[in-house]
């Protein structure tokens, strides 16, 4: 079975700081892509970044960062400069190769301390 | 644009009961996939349609079914409503091609709660 697994159910961080959220994942394919999602308290869940396998360097999109180990099967969130509206359930998310469907971790939940 | 939007946006039921949901995907878009979101967990899917045929379906009974119009919008049944079916769903579309990369768009959702 295709899983993805986040350790943290809970983190924090100050506004202004750095954070780190960790998934790994299990899969004998090759080649995939790799999402994070962010679902802040409204509800609307929005794709944050997306990695792909096969390349080396890792996505950037803005404030937002991956830390991408592919061997370790390991694709970490790294969020700079945290901001108020950074507060949000973040999940990781995969479609396997071959499938419709994404698998998502239980999630991460982010706070802000101003 | 307005993006993908379901309807409604909140149901009680009792148990026994049917429920229908309704999503219509962002324009341009012609593949809807429905997922359930328990409180405090992630999201599991539970069936995509494209060109108004199930194309893959999750570990769910048969209680729950869908249906994709031509227009591609999308409505997802379910019979005998358990208490358990108590959660969020979640609409997402995207274009039918290559899923595996695609941004999934997602609706606000509906709470469904079951007395």
């Known amino acids: 079975a295709q899983t993805v697994t986040q350790s943290q159910p809970e983190m924090s961080v100050q506004e202004a700081e750095t954070v780190t959220l960790s998934c790994t994942y299990d899969?004998?394919?090759?080649?995939?892509?790799l999402f994070w999602y962010k679902q802040p308290p409204s509800r609307q869940m929005i794709l944050v970044i997306r990695?792909?396998?096969?390349?080396?360097q890792n996505a950037t999109e803005n404030r937002f960062s991956v830390n991408f180990q592919k061997a370790a099967k390991s694709f970490s969130l790294k969020i700079s400069d945290s901001q108020l509206g950074d507060a949000a359930m973040y999940f990781c998310?995969?479609?396997?190769?071959?499938?419709?469907?994404?698998?998502f971790g239980k999630g991460t939940k982010l706070s802000v301390i101003p | 644009d307005a993006g993908v939007t379901q309807s409604p946006t909140h149901l009680i039921k009792t148990r026994g009961q049917q429920v229908t949901l309704r999503c219509s995907p962002k324009?341009?878009?012609?593949?809807v996939s429905w997922y359930q979101q328990a409180l405090g967990q992630g999201p599991q899917f539970i069936f995509q349609?494209?060109?108004?045929?199930?194309?893959q379906r999750g570990n769910f009974p048969d209680r729950f079914s869908g249906h994709q119009f031509p227009n591609y919008s999308s409505e997802l049944n379910v019979n005998a409503l358990l208490l358990g079916d108590s959660a969020l769903y979640l609409c997402?579309?995207?274009?039918?091609?290559?899923?595996?990369?695609?941004?999934?768009?997602f609706g606000p959702g509906t709470r469904l709660t079951v007395l």
């Open positions: 349609y494209y060109e108004e045929e199930e194309r």
């Open positions: 997402a579309s995207s274009p039918g091609t290559e899923f595996f990369y695609n941004e999934q768009f």
């Open positions: 998310a995969w479609p396997g190769a071959g499938s419709y469907q994404l698998t």
């Open positions: 324009s341009g878009h012609d593949t």
């Open positions: 899969t004998s394919e090759s080649d995939y892509y």
């Open positions: 990695q792909e396998a096969y390349k080396q």
